[in-house]
């Protein structure tokens, strides 16, 4: 099996910043795709920075502020979040698409959430 377990999240003022970390961690063959999602109640899970084959994507909301990274070596997906805002309070989620022996075509999974409160 393989689990994606988050670290780093907390309350930061606005104007702050904060760094989400993330490991995948199983019987693992590769990890393609890892990036961050977040959701507010009432809210879809949406996109905020993705790093796959070298490319990276941000939602346009986090552009010039946050900035994904990766381990490779380690399976590791980082996220340093400059400048916060209260519209930026919500649960992160790690996202990864990982190839296994028993799944070798790769399968999407997701790391438990970790809470983010931007908020004087």
């Known amino acids: 099996q393989v689990q994606l377990v988050e670290s780093g999240g907390g309350l930061v003022q606005p104007g702050g910043s904060l760094t989400l970390s993330c490991t995948a961690s199983g019987s693992i063959l590769s990890v393609n795709a890892m990036g961050w999602y977040r959701q507010v109640p009432g809210k879809q899970r949406e996109l905020v920075a993705s790093s796959s084959s070298g490319d990276m994507n941000y939602a346009d909301s986090v552009k010039g502020r946050f900035t994904i990274s990766r381990d490779n070596a380690k399976n590791t997906v980082n996220l340093q979040m400059n400048s916060l805002k209260p519209e930026d309070t919500a649960v992160y989620y790690c996202?990864?698409?990982?190839?296994?022996?028993?799944?070798?075509?790769?399968?999407?999974?997701w790391g438990q959430g970790t809470q983010v409160t931007v908020s004087s």
């Open positions: 996202n990864a698409v990982v190839r296994t022996v028993w799944e070798p075509w790769g399968r999407n999974y």
